[in-house]
C-alpha cells in the first residue's frame, strides 16, 4: 500500500470519552495504530476525567442513524463495533441503520458487539432498560460480542468465577443470536492466565495471555474490540482477529500510563515507533 492508497474503512458506534482514555478516542487511536481509517457515529458525550463520569449527554437517535447511514453509502464500512449505546431508543435506532446499509449478520459488513453497560468506576452507561434492547435488537445481528464478565452478569444471570461457568456463559450467550461469542476472562481476578473463550455455537477456542499488574486499564475493552474490528476489515478470519484483538490488548496494557489522579488508559502507542519521533523538550 503506496501512502494515498484509502485504507480500510471501520465505523465505531460510541461514546466520547472528554478525558480520552476509553470511547471513541481508544477506538480511534486503536483503529490508527492498526492501519485502518477510523469513522464515528456519536452516541453520547461523557463529562470525564481519570476519577470518574460527572455528566452524560445522550445524542437524538435519528442523529447517530444518519451519521452511520452517511459514511456507509459514501465511505463505505468494511467493518464496524460499538461501544457505549446509552439507551434503548438509541439501540433501535442503530440496528435499523445497520440494517439500511447491510452492517450485521445477515448483511456483508462484521459487525462487532461491544455490550458496554458500565465504566470500571461503576459509572452507568446504558440505562437499565436498555439492556433487552441489547440481547433482542443488537445480538441476533452481531458477528461477535465480546462482553466482560460484569457484562456477562447483567446479560446471562450467571455468576463467572470459573473456566466451566466461563463456557456456560459463552453458549447462553450465544443462544441469544450472535455469530460469534467472545467471554473475555480478564476480570477473573484469580486465573493468572485471564483466558478468553471464543465460541461459534460448536467449538471452543481458548485465548490465555499473561496477566499484566497494573490499576491503569481504562479504555481495554474498547481497545480489544478495536483491534479486531480493524483485523476483520483487512480480512482476518474470526479466530485470527480474535488472536489479534487478544495479543493487541494484553501490549496495550502492559504500556498503560497513569494519567491525572484516577484511573489511567490502556495504550495503544506500543505499536508506533518511538524513534521517527524528534524531540522537542517536555512540557511536564
Ligand atoms: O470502556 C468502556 C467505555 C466506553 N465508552 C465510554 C466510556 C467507557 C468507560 O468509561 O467512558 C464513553
Not at 98 to 115: A, L, Q, T, W
Not at 116 to 126: F, R
Not at 132 to 158: H, Y
Not at 255 to 268: I, K, M, Q, R, T
Amino acid at each position: 500500500m503506496t501512502h494515498n492508497d484509502t485504507p480500510p474503512r471501520v465505523l465505531t458506534i460510541a461514546g466520547s470519552d472528554s478525558g480520552g482514555g476509553a470511547g471513541l478516542q481508544a477506538d480511534l487511536r486503536t483503529f490508527f495504530a492498526c492501519g485502518v481509517h477510523g469513522m464515528t457515529a456519536v452516541t453520547a458525550v461523557t463529562v470525564q476525567n481519570s476519577l470518574g463520569v460527572s455528566g452524560v449527554s445522550v445524542i437524538p437517535p435519528e442523529i447517530v442513524a444518519a451519521q452511520i447511514e452517511a459514511v456507509a453509502e459514501d465511505i463505505g464500512v468494511l467493518a464496524a463495533k460499538t461501544g457505549m449505546l446509552a439507551t434503548a431508543e438509541i439501540i433501535e435506532a442503530v440496528a435499523k441503520a445497520c440494517d439500511r446499509v447491510h452492517i450485521g449478520r445477515d448483511g456483508s459488513i462484521p459487525f462487532v458487539v461491544d455490550p458496554v453497560a458500565a465504566s470500571m468506576h461503576g459509572d452507568q452507561l446504558l440505562l437499565d432498560n436498555a439492556l433487552d434492547a441489547l440481547r433482542t435488537e443488537l445480538f441476533p445481528r452481531a458477528t461477535l460480542v465480546t462482553p466482560n464478565l460484569d457484562e456477562v452478569r447483567l446479560l446471562t444471570g450467571i455468576d463467572v468465577r470459573d473456566h466451566h461457568e466461563a463456557r456456560e456463559a459463552a453458549k447462553a450467550l450465544h443462544a441469544m443470536g450472535p455469530q460469534w461469542t467472545l467471554v473475555k476472562g480478564g476480570h477473573m481476578r484469580d486465573d493468572p492466565e485471564c483466558v478468553d473463550f471464543l465460541y461459534d455455537g460448536e467449538t471452543f477456542l481458548e485465548l490465555p495471555a499473561r496477566r499484566v499488574d497494573t490499576r491503569h486499564t481504562h479504555g481495554g475493552g474498547d481497545t480489544m474490540a478495536s483491534a479486531i474490528t480493524s483485523a476483520l476489515a483487512r480480512g482476518a478470519s474470526m479466530p485470527d482477529a480474535v488472536r489479534f484483538g487478544k495479543e493487541f490488548v494484553t501490549n496495550a496494557v502492559q504500556h498503560a500510563y497513569p494519567l491525572g489522579s484516577g484511573v489511567g488508559p490502556v495504550s495503544a502507542f506500543w505499536r508506533l515507533p518511538q524513534e521517527t519521533l524528534p524531540t522537542f523538550g517536555q512540557r511536564g
